[in-house]
């Protein structure tokens, strides 16, 4: 194939594909869809280069910190060690689970408040205090110091359940080894 040949070949090929992109479009009606069926070798290179669709990208799948931090335990030590982890963080969760779960708590008190409150009175300033407070509870709900520590409270609770895990893993391994070992 010359050059010459090439770039009729791919106009050719542009056309009969804008001839396919109105016939499918709904633009002949009544009229079926034109459909070309292209090998390899005929492909122009640009469409082989091109990025693929937003809808297609796979999603990157994320290994959290700790579950390579923090991987099955082999020895006695190892277990000691997660336990003082264990141990030392769980009293940070626990004050961050109870700022966070007083917080929600009032969040849904209002929430019910603001459902039986009437939006909308005769009273003008009546108006403007309950929208002052709608916003002064939006802006305290998506606080960025509130989610902060409520993403802050998630975490430790996925990293101290994955730390038990080990541990409770490792203890049945040990005692499923004793076990055996005291049967022979």
Do not use: W
Not at 37 to 42: L, R, S
Not at 103 to 126: G, I, R, S, W
Not at 139 to 166: A, M, S, V
């Amino acid at each position: 194939m010359t050059v010459e040949d090439s770039s009729e070949f791919y106009t050719e090929l542009e056309e009969k594909e804008s001839e396919k992109v109105e016939m499918s479009s709904g633009n002949l009606s009544g009229q079926a869809a034109k459909h070309v069926i292209f090998y390899e070798e005929e492909l122009d290179h640009r469409c082989m280069t091109r990025s693929i669709p937003a809808i297609r990208k796979p999603k990157p799948h994320f290994i959290p910190d700790y579950k390579i931090k923090y991987p099955p335990i082999s020895t006695a030590k190892q277990r000691e060690c997660y336990k003082a982890v264990f141990n030392d963080q769980y009293t940070e969760y626990k004050e961050l689970y109870e700022d966070v779960f007083n917080a929600l708590a009032k969040f849904k008190e209002l929430d019910v408040m603001l459902e039986k409150l009437h939006h909308h009175t005769e009273n003008q300033q009546e108006n403007e205090r309950i929208r002052s407070i709608m916003q002064d509870y939006r802006k305290k709900k998506t606080c960025p110091i509130f989610l902060e520590k409520r993403e802050r409270c998630d975490y430790l609770k996925k990293k101290l359940t994955h730390i038990k895990q080990q541990i409770q893993e490792y203890d049945t391994r040990t005692k499923k080894d004793e076990s055996g070992a005291a049967a022979f």
